[in-house]
């Protein structure tokens, strides 16, 4: 898609077109428009989109570099040292995109349908006749910045609340590794680091006797003494519940393998019962984690913390025996080590998958009751947080994705566009 871009920017742009309202419109610059293709087929974020653009500017990179395929389904982006192939010419004269918004830009990349326009069946590609004929109409540079306002606010806060989401769970990771993995308040006071009475970081001076002093050997490696060796089955019951035909709700919101990612369920589908897909099955409870069985390497998995939702059967689901469980058996059922684990065991060439019984029969190191009690009041905060941060990111997207076809197509105006502008420091 570069390389199509980079033959239609070396063609004479074609002439301006006027456009509604007696309005000057233009058409984009072709390396910059084949770039978004770039970016909108092979999932870049906007900055790095930028950066990219930014990097080939300032210095010539051989094509193959940055491309990867331009045919069928790619990663993404390769790492530079590819074949040597035709030099990118260094930026001279003016700018690209003279006069236009890049926000903007992404923006309209982002409301087109370009699966409308690939070609071919086995290794679907975008002809340069389909990149030519793309007519790109723009609003003036005011309204542009305006609508590219509107909308990155929305996509600003959902990263923000991306970001600290992210920053939670590193927390509550930490926290579940030193006391389950590395025990380390143990280690601390057979050490002497932690005495009577005081405090040690992420512990107050009350928890002091809530863990032993020594390490006893057991088929895992030393653990505190008074503890056991046992697997998730201990603290969670494997898939509780499915719908059945006189309980199955007549609205199904459905969460599926491809929309949880790494902790995040990312968008929920609601389907009338019956157009539901087959696979939509598990019910699903505030506290129940969701671990993905079908190429569990790719990290679909995440915490429960609403209700009404259903799973596919793609998911193995672990419901807690005690509310107080909860958040030991998500960060023990999808610590990284864990899915690399699951990953390693999977069998089967077109969808290696495991069993639901493999991940309950995950090891795990049980301590007495208090200490989960303890840990719950420490770490469900942070996931209660991240849930709320969920929540409020989706409703975000889809006012963003309501907003973006009607802002882009001039159906909704962004009325006194220089005073919105000037409020804003624009």
Excluded at 32 to 48: D, E, I, M, S
Excluded at 189 to 214: N, V
Aim: hydrophobic share 40%; aromatic share 8%.
């Amino acid at each position: 898609m570069l390389e199509h871009g980079l033959r239609l920017a070396r063609e004479v742009a074609p002439p301006t077109p006027k456009g509604q309202r007696g309005r000057p419109w233009r058409y984009d610059h072709g390396l910059y428009l084949a770039l978004l293709l770039f970016r909108a087929f092979f999932h870049l974020t906007y900055r790095k989109t930028e950066a990219l653009l930014q990097d080939l500017m300032e210095a010539p990179l051989p094509l193959p570099s940055v491309l990867g395929p331009l045919r069928g389904a790619a990663p993404g982006p390769q790492a530079p040292g590819g074949p040597t192939g035709e030099a990118f010419p260094r930026a001279g004269g003016p700018p690209l995109l003279s006069g236009c918004d890049t926000r903007f830009i992404y923006y309209w990349m982002r409301s087109c349908d370009f699966l409308q326009i690939r070609e071919g069946s086995g290794q679907p590609y975008i002809s340069d006749r389909a990149l030519k004929e793309l007519v790109l109409l723009l609003p003036l540079l005011p309204e542009q910045r305006a609508i590219a306002h509107i909308l990155g606010t929305l996509d600003d806060k959902i990263e923000l609340n991306r970001r600290m989401s992210e920053t939670l769970e590193a927390m509550a990771r930490a926290l579940f590794k030193a006391w389950f993995v590395d025990f380390e308040p143990v280690r601390a006071k057979m050490e002497g680091r932690w005495q009577r009475g005081q405090s040690f970081p992420g512990l107050p001076a009350h928890l002091y006797d809530l863990f032993p002093d020594r390490l006893v050997d057991s088929e895992l490696g030393p653990i505190p003494e008074g503890w056991k060796v046992g697997t998730l089955a201990d603290l969670a019951v494997l898939n509780p519940e499915v719908w059945k035909t006189e309980t199955r709700p007549a609205k199904i919101i459905y969460v599926d393998l491809s929309n949880s990612k790494r902790g995040r369920i990312e968008s929920l589908t609601a389907y009338d019962s019956a157009d539901a897909p087959s696979r939509a099955q598990r019910v699903l409870r505030p506290g129940d984690t969701i671990v993905g069985t079908v190429r569990p390497g790719n990290g679909s998995y995440a915490f429960i913390a609403e209700g009404g939702l259903t799973g596919s059967t793609g998911f193995a689901v672990l419901r807690p025996r005690a509310a107080h469980y909860a958040e030991v058996v998500y960060l023990a059922a999808t610590a990284p080590d864990n899915i690399d684990r699951l990953a390693h065991l999977a069998d089967g060439a077109a969808y290696p998958a495991v069993r639901p019984e493999v991940v309950a029969a995950t090891p795990v190191v049980c301590p007495g009751d208090e200490v989960l009690a303890r840990f719950s009041q420490a770490a469900g905060p942070a996931l209660a947080k991240i849930a709320q941060n969920e929540r409020a990111s989706r409703t975000l997207a889809a006012l963003r994705d309501a907003l973006l076809p009607k802002l882009i197509r001039g159906e909704i105006r962004v009325k006194d566009v220089e005073w919105f502008l000037g409020e804003r420091r624009l």
